[in-house]
């Protein structure tokens, strides 16, 4: 809502933080920011965002930045009706912005278990990152610029990271962050390998000084053990902790598909896939991943449902286009294949596949071997056309040398060439199944059980359930705090010298209720004790209701009709 277009970057790293927070309660489910972020600023139906997300309730708001101030209002949204059963505004300066993301994440967290029934809140969401204001917007600037996912913007990202760390040294987010940026463009190619690779490890060795309890310290070491040395057990080891960390981690879960499905562990790999897309269902990115489970298993019609839906969320996927055309090629789709192919990239190697892959006597022209010879490794295609080409013509020696030399070098590229479909003409020559050990089997997986919910003698037990309840009831029906509009959990906890999980949980198990149907309960009762006082009949429906308690027409009406079956008039009419 700034004037200036330069604090989208801000307003955007703030709306991430608070989703990162809200995704560490284990009970919630919340929805990552690529799938957030394709409604910002559109006017959409809020049914309807709420249909594609599939979820219950909206988080709107806005942010404006002026100076060394900020405003942040935030609304609770009920994707049924479009009721708005929350709004706060909150203004402060930005110095104390940490304290005012974490209590925004906490205070949304507590209307969402007010209002749909118990579950636990950690007493911190956001701890604060750095001392330094100057150098969280650096980070932030950095961070949106990375996510850009181009070489010139992850290169002007390091750049702000490292204005981040020389005005704070201890930074260590802005040093993980530097890391993954010098890994991608090393892996990408955009950087000598060797020289990328020594930038990052420098990166790792001061941020693991500062802090290891972060997610992105285990996930360091990732990129090294599955992408550059194929340990899959050792990257499995460290996927796993990334996820004990937090068990919704987008980078965590897709690296753990990524590994299952380079293991061919695909009924592991649909797991991880699906909880990806649970939590951010329009990514295109993850309809991607999905997409290549099911052509690794010959699905290909299936396979070509989620790249066709990848590629309706962003066009410009260049992966999921070369496996549209793989799909279309084993399909043996001509028409729909030429059609799609029309004026894109490597025009005779995609044909030259498909003819050589669905009709026989088909050569390799020379010019071709020729120039394929002349590429380094360096220069090496995104997808290796040339090795599928030579993999199913008369060159399969020549094919095999290429793949055996691309598995030396641990190739990205080739790190599924156990399962794909181009490379089965050579499963059969000498010393592929010797190509490639891999570190871990099947039997040595097993797929995590989130630990989100504790026993309920964690929280209370049946002796201290009736006890408390007693307190309750006894509280409301000698103080009759509902009639106090304010009246919230954190202040019923206050008085029975509880906490607020204590407080929530007892609520739900006792009563079968969350806390704002506790409390409009007695609302309600109220209401209709002083409706049909005579003594009321001057005073109108909504000033009766504001008297028993509710603060909002809204919620009195909706409430109201949600346990009478009738409109508050109606019953008025029928009562009096």
Request: negative net charge; hydrophobic residues 40%; charged residues 25%.
């Amino acid at each position: 809502m700034s004037n200036d277009i330069n604090n989208e970057y801000f307003c955007d790293g703030i709306t991430e933080e608070i989703i990162n927070a809200l995704t560490k309660i284990s009970q919630l489910k919340v929805i990552a920011r690529t799938s957030s972020f394709a409604f910002k600023g559109k006017d959409i139906d809020i049914r309807k965002i709420g249909e594609q997300l599939n979820v219950h309730t909206i988080l709107e708001g806005s942010i404006k930045k002026s100076q060394d101030r900020i405003r942040i209002t935030a609304q609770l949204i009920d994707i049924k009706d479009g009721t708005h059963y929350w709004s706060k505004k909150f203004d402060r300066e930005l110095i104390d912005i940490f304290d005012l993301e974490d209590e925004i994440s906490l205070t949304i967290a507590d209307e969402v278990r007010n209002n749909f029934g118990h579950f636990e809140i950690q007493d911190q969401l956001i701890t604060q990152p750095t001392n330094n204001i100057d150098a969280y917007q650096m980070f932030l600037k950095g961070r949106s610029l990375q996510l850009k996912w181009t070489p010139d913007s992850i290169n002007q990202a390091i750049v702000c990271y490292d204005q981040a760390v020389a005005l704070d040294k201890n930074y260590a987010k802005a040093y993980y962050a530097k890391l993954q940026c010098y890994g991608l463009l090393g892996m990408w190619g955009y950087m000598p390998y060797e020289e990328a690779i020594g930038l990052a490890i420098s990166n790792l060795l001061i941020a693991k000084e500062i802090d290891t309890s972060l997610p992105e310290y285990p996930l360091s070491f990732v990129g090294k053990f599955f992408w550059e040395e194929w340990d899959f057990k050792n990257a499995y080891i460290h996927i796993n902790k990334v996820l004990e960390i937090n068990p919704k981690h987008i980078d965590g879960l897709e690296a753990m598909t990524e590994l299952f499905i380079a293991l061919g562990f695909f009924d592991h790999a649909k797991i991880y896939a699906n909880k990806l897309l649970e939590v951010d269902p329009l990514s295109a990115n993850n309809h991607y991943t999905i997409a290549h489970i099911y052509y690794y298993q010959r699905q290909y019609n299936k396979a070509l449902e989620c790249i066709n839906y990848a590629l309706t969320l962003n066009p410009g996927l260049e992966l999921a286009h070369h496996l549209k055309c793989f799909c279309l090629i084993n399909l043996n789709k001509k028409q729909q294949f030429s059609k799609f192919i029309d004026k894109s990239s490597l025009i005779e190697e995609k044909n030259l596949l498909f003819n050589l892959v669905n009709n026989e006597g088909v050569e390799v022209p020379n010019h071709l071997i020729k120039k394929w010879s002349e590429i380094s490794k360096n220069e090496a295609m995104l997808v290796p056309y040339d090795l599928f080409i030579l993999s199913n013509s008369n060159h399969k020696k020549l094919a095999f040398s290429s793949l055996s030399e691309m598995v030396k070098h641990r190739r990205g590229q080739v790190i599924n060439y156990r399962q794909e479909p181009f490379l089965q003409p050579l499963h059969n020559m000498q010393g592929f199944k010797d190509l490639h050990h891999s570190s871990l089997q099947l039997s040595e997986v097993k797929l995590s059980q989130e630990n989100t919910e504790k026993t309920t003698s964690a929280i209370l037990n049946e002796i201290q359930i009736e006890t408390l309840k007693d307190e309750l009831l006894l509280y409301f029906k000698e103080e009759e705090p509902f009639l106090n509009p304010q009246l919230n959990l954190k202040l019923v906890a206050e008085i029975l010298e509880s906490n607020t999980n204590k407080i929530s949980y007892l609520i739900n198990k006792a009563f079968s209720l969350n806390f704002n149907d506790f409390v409009n309960s007695y609302r309600l009762d109220y209401f209709k004790t002083i409706a049909v006082d005579p003594k009321n009949s001057h005073l109108t429906i909504l000033g009766l209701a504001y008297d028993s308690g509710f603060n909002s027409k809204s919620v009195f009406n909706t409430y109201f009709k949600k346990i009478e079956n009738v409109t508050p008039r109606a019953w008025m009419k029928a009562n009096m």
